[in-house]
């Protein structure tokens, strides 16, 4: 029995202390390194790349929204020159309007009618944002986002209860 | 065996160290050769571009929204010298498209100022001529691609940029002035609110490194201004002056519409106008500043018209009532100078109707006399003559009220004042002046804008008073009389259904050898309907030849104005306003 016990204990020893079983873990340890350095290669690129994508397409986006606002700006000023005084009164004369002279005006009492008041002229206040415009992960660096992942508190689920 | 596997092994190893070892050597040498410091500096130089953001200028509105100056969008067409391919083809297609010289264009190309990179070959292009040069260097460019080498237009760029517009032409040119193309207003609105029309650029820094976007600021536009100006009024009263100098063979004129109960100005009509959107035209149009605008900025002797403020001060002071009468033997000797009537003629006795009706010289200058030169420059005084009213429109002058103490003024002076001359006012002061008679003794300061939009939000812009020099009784009275008397001489100034008070002016013109009997400036200031006024008239024709009389002339132009701005207006005849009134 002792002598079964003995041999279990070398046969243990002998497979710790084998050769090929050392080179594994080294081997081991040294990839489970390059994959975590691969991991947050790849992570960094993945939130570079997109960062960048992002910022481009606010560039673009811009460009787009100044060129947008020359046109409504283009717009506004061919709609003004299309309805101007001149061109309004060649139409209503082509369409066979007449200037209305004094003597043909008739003014009628409505009980009750209140004249229209002047309209107000301006559009309503545009919205403001109530945070900055500029989310977080176009500023923050890796080991910021990081640092904000490992401090933010778990999910706390929402289903309220009944007592 | 093992050790010959073993040797192998180790020297190929030695060698992959080596050259691992040598590439991390090269790395860092590369990263502090003198090259990679000069492409650290041009990265550096390169991160970061300093834009400036120019805010749109502010918009112009009349009172019902119609859009008198806007923005419209043109083109910088420039050429990238460090970039171009081919000078003599940019030349030559910028040349025909957009009118220019090519051969100018290529010189300018080929001779660069010092240190210079982007040529401007042409700036302020129609948005319609860039479109087109834009195509034609996109076919270009593309027939370039598939051929495999660089298009002949390489280096040809365009930048758009917002220019002023103005879509209703010469209308309302004298109260909006204009922009030029370095962005500064000039006269008018444009020149008075310039500041706040431009609103404030912005720099901003900004990465070129897309990850690294910042947020643009958001660069607010200029305030956009509603004016109290009713565009179609304007143009009608446009229309009218213009007839009028042509029937009376003015040589030019203005005419203005205000509102007695707030000092809005509804129309203002000078000539001669221009089409500002070619504000280049000025100095072949104009001599002087003062012409631009002449309801504001050019000072004249406006005779009779005054008469309404020499009465008012006279009503109100008490020196007379309207049933007062007086002598008119023809000739009154003041100051070592005889005053005679406009027609040399005695009006033997007369009532302040009749005083006002026959527009008697003589009347005014014995109420002056009566009153005293201290009581009635304080009253010309509080009236406004000789100040500035205020009219939020550039270029404004103040004229001249000669008062005692003044070198150059003499007693015959109080007199001539009295019916308006030798005293210089501008038709905006007298609208002013006399709109203490329309509306129950409380002066209006005249003013242009009605409203201010920014962020969204409308200013409304409220009367502003300007003092109260006679009684509202004095203006009630005054107003009475001027009404009768304009009945009484059946006068051209008359509006079918409406009453109407107002005056007639012909002032003779000073020159440097004394009056010109053969030159005057006609003029009329009316306002109605006389129980509840709601528009002010002011009409100035210069030089006439038909007729050298406002009553001839100003008169039924006033009548004519008067007509049009009660349609429009919508203000109803007097008997119906007054059923209305007593249900």
Same mark, same amino acid.
């Given at each position: ?97 007449? =200037?209305? /002279?004094?003597? +043909? ?12 008041? #002047? $309209? &107000? ?13 500029? =989310?977080? /992960?176009?500023? +923050? ?12 508190? #778990? $999910? &706390? ?7 | ?583």
């Amino acid at each position: 029995m002792q002598n079964v016990n003995y041999t279990v204990d070398n046969f243990i020893h002998a497979y710790k202390q084998a050769p090929w079983r050392i080179q594994m873990q080294w081997i081991g340890a040294f990839l489970l390194g390059i994959f975590g350095l691969a991991l947050v290669a790849a992570l960094y690129l993945d939130i570079t790349s997109q960062a960048g994508i992002q910022g481009r397409n606010i560039q673009d986006m811009t460009a787009q929204l100044v060129v947008i606002q020359h046109t409504n700006a283009d717009l506004q000023n061919k709609l003004a020159e299309t309805t101007s005084t001149y061109n309004m009164e060649q139409r209503a004369l082509a369409l066979g309007y007449q =200037p209305i /002279e004094p003597s +043909q005006v008739e003014y009628i009492i409505v009980p009750g009618y209140a004249a229209p008041k #002047p $309209a &107000i002229l301006a559009v309503a206040p545009a919205l403001k944002p109530a945070a900055p415009s500029e =989310p977080p /992960e176009y500023t +923050q660096s890796l080991i910021e986002w990081l640092d904000q992942q490992l401090r933010m508190p #778990p $999910a &706390i689920s929402m289903i309220g209860i009944a007592q | 065996m093992r050790q010959e596997y073993a040797w192998r092994s180790l020297v190929l190893a030695g060698i992959l160290g080596f050259v691992g070892v040598s590439i991390i050597l090269q790395i860092i040498r590369i990263q502090n050769s003198p090259e990679a410091a000069t492409f650290r500096r041009q990265t550096a130089s390169q991160a970061n571009i300093t834009e400036t953001y120019y805010p749109d200028r502010g918009e112009i509105y009349d009172r019902n929204g119609h859009l008198l100056a806007g923005n419209k969008t043109v083109y910088e067409v420039s050429v990238d010298l460090n970039n171009v391919k081919d000078k003599h083809a940019i030349a030559l297609t910028v040349g025909v498209q957009l009118g220019l010289n090519p051969d100018t264009l290529y010189s300018q190309m080929m001779n660069p100022p010092d240190g210079v990179q982007t040529l401007v070959l042409a700036d302020f292009v129609d948005s319609d001529k860039a479109a087109m040069l834009q195509q034609i260097k996109a076919e270009t460019d593309k027939q370039a691609a598939a051929a495999g080498h660089a298009s002949s237009l390489t280096g040809l760029g365009f930048r758009a940029h917002p220019q002023r517009s103005y879509p209703e032409g010469a209308l309302a040119s004298n109260v909006l002035g204009f922009v030029t193309r370095e962005g500064r207003g000039y006269f008018g609105v444009e020149e008075k609110y310039n500041d706040l029309l431009a609103g404030n650029k912005v720099n901003v820094t900004v990465p070129t490194d897309p990850s690294k976007a910042v947020d643009i600021p958001r660069v607010p536009n200029g305030t956009t201004l509603i004016l109290t100006i009713n565009r179609d009024l304007q143009a009608a009263t446009e229309q009218i002056l213009d007839e009028s100098l042509t029937k009376y063979g003015a040589q030019h004129g203005t005419i203005v519409v205000m509102d007695p109960r707030t000092g809005e100005i509804l129309s203002l009509a000078s000539s001669p106008r221009m089409d500002i959107n070619q504000f280049w035209n000025y100095t072949s149009i104009f001599h002087n500043a003062s012409e631009y605008d002449r309801a504001i900025s050019m000072p004249y002797e406006p005779g009779s018209v005054i008469k309404v403020l020499t009465m008012a001060a006279a009503l109100d002071s008490g020196t007379v009532v309207p049933s007062s009468t007086y002598l008119d033997t023809g000739a009154l000797l003041i100051g070592g100078a005889t005053i005679h009537n406009w027609d040399m003629q005695a009006w033997g006795i007369q009532d302040m109707v009749g005083c006002l009706q026959h527009s008697l010289n003589i009347c005014m200058a014995t109420l002056s006399e009566k009153m005293g030169a201290q009581n009635f420059y304080g009253y010309m005084n509080r009236f406004g003559i000789g100040h500035l009213t205020g009219v939020d429109l550039a270029g404004e002058a103040a004229g001249r009220l000669k008062v005692p103490g003044d070198g150059d003024w003499y007693p015959v002076d109080l007199a001539t004042n009295a019916f308006g001359q030798g005293v210089s006012v501008t038709p905006i002061q007298l609208l002013m002046a006399a709109s203490s008679v329309a509306n129950n003794g409380r002066m209006v300061t005249p003013h242009i804008l009605y409203a201010m939009l920014r962020d969204g939000r409308q200013y409304n812009v409220s009367a502003q008073y300007a003092g109260s020099p006679i009684t509202a009784n004095t203006a009630h009275t005054l107003s009475q009389m001027l009404a009768t008397s304009l009945e009484n001489e059946a006068s051209g100034a008359l509006v079918p259904g409406y009453r109407i008070a107002g005056k007639t002016g012909t002032a003779q013109i000073p020159t440097q050898f004394g009056y010109d009997s053969a030159l005057t400036n006609a003029s009329f200031i009316g306002w109605g309907p006389v129980d509840d006024p709601k528009f002010m008239i002011y009409v100035w024709l210069e030089k006439p030849t038909a007729s050298i009389w406002g009553s001839d002339t100003a008169a039924p132009t006033f009548a004519l104005v008067a007509q049009k701005t009660i349609l429009m207006l919508n203000i109803p005849p007097d008997n119906i306003r007054n059923q209305v009134a007593k249900p």
